[in-house]
C-alpha cells in the first residue's frame, strides 16, 4: 500500500495524514489527552482511555490461557508471549526477562541510569526524546497549548485541562466526608486535612 504522508523529520511513510499527525507528536512532545484525575498527557486518545483504568479497578482483558486479567490490551498481548515465547531478553543485571528487546533496553536505562537526551540550554539529561521536549519549553518560554474560551497559553496539555475548569465550572476532585468539589487534586489534598 502506497505512504505518500512522510515523516519530515525521521522519513517514517504513512498511509493517512492523520496517521502522521499522530507520529510527528513523538518529535514535537505534544500530549493534547490529559488524564483528568493526575493530568498525565497521552499522544493518542487511545493511550489516555487506557491509562485511566490505572485509576479504576477494571481490568476488561482476559488471558485465555491462564485467566490473568489486564487494564489494557497491549498488556495481555505482552502477557501472552509468555505462554508461547517466553522471555528470551534477559537483563544482565538483575536476571528480570521480558518478551521484547525493547523492553529491555528501556530497563536496563534504569540501571545504567542512563539519560542520553541532554538539554542544550541547562545541560539537564533526560531518558526519553519527549521528556527532553517538554522540560525544553521551561527554557523556551512556548506555550503551545491555548485555551478556545479566553487564549490563555500554557506550557503542558496538564496545564491547559486545568485552566479549562475555570470556565466549564468542573470539580472532579471530591471529598469523601463532606462532598465539596475541587479542580485539582492538590486543593483535595489540602481541603482534606481540614476534617483531620
Not at 498511509?15 to 498525565?40: A, N, Q
Not at 500554557?154 to 476532585?173: A, E, G, N
Request: hydrophobic share 20%.
Amino acid at each position: 500500500m502506497e505512504k505518500p504522508w512522510k515523516c519530515e523529520d525521521c522519513g517514517k511513510g504513512f498511509t493517512y495524514s492523520s496517521r502522521l499527525e499522530i507520529h510527528l507528536r513523538i518529535h514535537t512532545g505534544e500530549k493534547p489527552f490529559s488524564c483528568c484525575v493526575c493530568g498525565k498527557g497521552f499522544t493518542q486518545s487511545s493511550g489516555l482511555r487506557s491509562h485511566q483504568r490505572v485509576h479504576t479497578e477494571k481490568k476488561p482483558f482476559s488471558c485465555t490461557t491462564c485467566g490473568q486479567r489486564f487494564k489494557s490490551s497491549s498488556i495481555l498481548t505482552e502477557h501472552q508471549q509468555l505462554h508461547t515465547v517466553g522471555t528470551p531478553f534477559t537483563c544482565f543485571v538483575c536476571g528480570k526477562g521480558f518478551t521484547q528487546v525493547f523492553a529491555l533496553q528501556s530497563h536496563h536505562q534504569m540501571h545504567t541510569k542512563e539519560n542520553p537526551f541532554s538539554c542544550t540550554s541547562c545541560g539537564k539529561s533526560f531518558r526519553q526524546s519527549t521528556d527532553l521536549n517538554e522540560h525544553q519549553r521551561t527554557h523556551t518560554r512556548e506555550k503551545p497549548f491555548t485555551c478556545s474560551v479566553c487564549g490563555k497559553g500554557f506550557c503542558w496539555s496538564s496545564q491547559l485541562l486545568t485552566h479549562q475548569r475555570v470556565h466549564t465550572r468542573d470539580r472532579p476532585f471530591t471529598c469523601s466526608l463532606c462532598g465539596s468539589g475541587f479542580t485539582q487534586s492538590q486543593h483535595l489534598l489540602r481541603h482534606e486535612r481540614v476534617h483531620k
